[in-house]
Nanobody, 124 residues
Framework: QVQLVESGGGLVQAGGSLRLSCAASGRTFNNNAMGWFRQAPGKEREFGAGIRDSGGGIYYEDSVKGRFTISRDNAKNMVYLQMNSLKPEDTAVYYC?????????????????WGQGTQVTVSS
């Protein structure tokens, strides 16, 4: 079993920044890709960013590319999402998830473990 706990969400004005953290515990962390997803009210959960097991490969969804940065620290079992130039449309609950594979999938069903989510609200 793996437990994932997100933190760092909050209320920020448009153009501002937030840094989300995800702490992992349980089984080995560095053999799996990690992803950040988000879910806005009334919408499906969508992929935002992912990082390979080693951290050597990264992939972003187009709407966050150039504004968000995903990173991981395998020694600390942590994954981060630095979010800059935030927009009101970034408002959502953000989830950290562990993939079944070493490479980065974008579909939710390819992730086995999920955190409880952290709310990010961007005001205009």
């Amino acid at each position: 079993q793996v437990q994932l706990v997100e933190s760092g969400g909050g209320l920020v004005q448009a153009g501002g920044s937030l840094r989300l953290s995800c702490a992992a515990s349980g089984r080995t962390f560095n053999n799996n890709a990690m992803g950040w997803f988000r879910q806005a009210p009334g919408k499906e959960r969508e992929f935002g960013a992912g990082i390979r097991d080693s951290g050597g490969g990264i992939y972003y969804e187009d709407s966050v590319k150039g504004r968000f940065t995903i990173s991981r620290d395998n020694a600390k079992n942590m994954v981060y999402l630095q979010m800059n130039s935030l927009k009101p449309e970034d408002t959502a609950v953000y989830y950290c998830a562990q993939a079944r594979s070493r490479w980065i999938p974008i579909n939710t069903h390819e992730y086995d473990y999920w955190g409880q989510g952290t709310q990010v609200t961007v005001s205009s």
